[in-house]
């Protein structure tokens, strides 16, 4: 529990409890009003605030004994305007009294209607819970650490809460939260033996405009110490929604134990069992300490469909956020606090129309930086090793991937992410790659450092074969040709560099029966254009020159008949033919000059780069 929403709940209840002890003494007498200025001088003094009764004392008898007061307000300190730190509407003290003939004080009930708590922080970080725990002279401020919650004699039975709201307000960042419909029961002695609880209330976060529902029951026990309870059979139901969520809305249900410590701030949740967005969710998480926080958790998790979840935003027309766009996220201040410490294991996880199975990764997370080291996965039957990771400890966030991958059958990647079956093989590779900010979208424009790959014996379509050709002999191959037969391969490889979303490639091969091929160039991610060399060759015949150039999405797909008519005079040796004067210079000049290719020729050259 926050230390201000603790701080302030115990004052409340310490306050009321007050007032019950005010009844006991009250019931003795015959005008329960003529202590009303007695009771909120001690209560002011209890809490160090101002505190008003408003209303009347009444003295109950029937259907049981006790006291009802109205309109209890207790002041926050100078300087906070708005509503008052807190104040009830109604408040009922039902009172055993055969307990009272026994020298004790048994409260079978104790009933608040009404009950609003306003939290204030102010742009200069005062708030308006500051010294509450600390009044002078009150007997929390005096009373020993580890000693009895209540006073001896004095036992609560039963408590409710009706029509309640929390809010809270930071002015300094500029975010509230409004906690309403409180609904809080507790049936039982919590301090002696576990007891009946039942909480249910709504809320709204402001920014991000998230709305929740939740529902939570139980037995709990609270130490007499008052330093913390432990929550048994606890089942907790929670339904959100707003933009800030995948697809808009999640809905969480928990049963497990939690144990909580308030002043050492520790908070452990075990035999962990429940589900998110019908995810399954299995484990255990300790909190070890609120203020930083430090988490350590084992967490094991069903299928986990990210697909279905949805996506929080579109692409901007203008293109992803580079760096130092005021567009690009900040580092939440809690990534550079946070301390954790576990494993996360999933059965399945669908992403982008791929699935990754048997996910098992040990996550860390110290002073702003955050690594999953190992990571191991299954894709598409071929095995992942690596680890990722992310910087926030400077002024912006570095995440990075190394990845090794084995074994991984191409078609169903390939199949996913273009939506074709373009491609079969069995696939090798490694990454090392950083980017920069926390936005998806903008790191492949911040892309730094180098990978590799290599497919062999597979297919590929983005060269026609005819099936004629491979029936008579290599010589007839058109490498353009349009057939919807794939074209056979031995290995395709290649390495890139990377350098500020620029990809470099020098060293493309592809390697078949029936052809080869080798490229070369650059693909601008940041700039999302494209300059390629791709020259194809074929047994006897010259080699075939393409260029592909132009924007990433659509680039021009061209032949460069000149080049090839260089390329094969180089080939001839010192018996080169040498054009002369003019004729030669302008034959140069035309040397990179290109014929588009016509129709799906061009669209299978294409196929490369999409």
Known sequence: MPRPVKLVLSVIVGFLLLLALAAGALLLVVDPDDYKSRIAALASRRTGRSVAIEGDIRLSLLPVTGLVTE???ISGPAGFDG?????????????????????????????IEGL?????????GRTSWAGLSTAEGTKAAQRPAGGPLLSPGLTVAGVAVEDGELTWEDRDAGRSCRVREIALSLEGHPLGEPSDLRLSFASRTDPPGLEAEAVLSGRI???????????????????????????????????????????????????????????ELRGWVHVEDFSRPAVAFDLGLGVVDLDAWGSTGRRSDSGPPGPGDPRAPGIPPLLKSLEADGRLRAGRVKAAGLEIDDLDLHLSANGGRLRADPVRATLSEGTLRGSAGLDASGKRAVPSLRLHGEGVRVGPVVRALAGRREMTGTAGLDLDLRSSGLDPEGWPGDLNGSAAFEILDGTVRFFGVPQSAEKTSPDQVNPFGETERPTPFERIDATLQARDGRLTNRDLRFRSRALSAD????????????????????????DVWVRVAGPLDDPGVRVQPLRMLRESVEGLGKEALELPGSIGRGARSLGEDVTELPGSIGDRIKGLFD
Do not use: C, M
């Open 519 to 542: 490229g070369g160039g650059v693909v601008d991610l940041r700039g999302r254009r494209v300059d390629y060399d791709l020259a194809v060759r074929l047994p006897v015949l010259p």
């Open 116 to 124: 609003e708590i306003h939290l204030v922080r102010l742009e200069d």
């Open 221 to 279: 026990l609270l130490r007499p110490d008052g330093r913390g309870a432990r929550l048994e059979d606890l089942d907790l139901n929670v339904q959100s929604r707003g933009s800030a969520l995948p697809g808009g809305k999640a809905r969480l249900e928990l049963l497990t134990a939690l144990e909580a410590n308030w002043e050492e701030g520790t908070l452990r949740l075990d035999e962990l069992r429940g589900s998110l967005n019908g995810v």
């Open 83 to 111: 509503p008052p730190l807190a104040r009830a509407s109604r408040v009922r003290v039902d009172v055993d009294p055969f307990s009272l003939i026994q020298g004790r004080l048994r409260i079978a009930r104790l009933q």
């Open 71 to 73: 309109r209890i307000v």
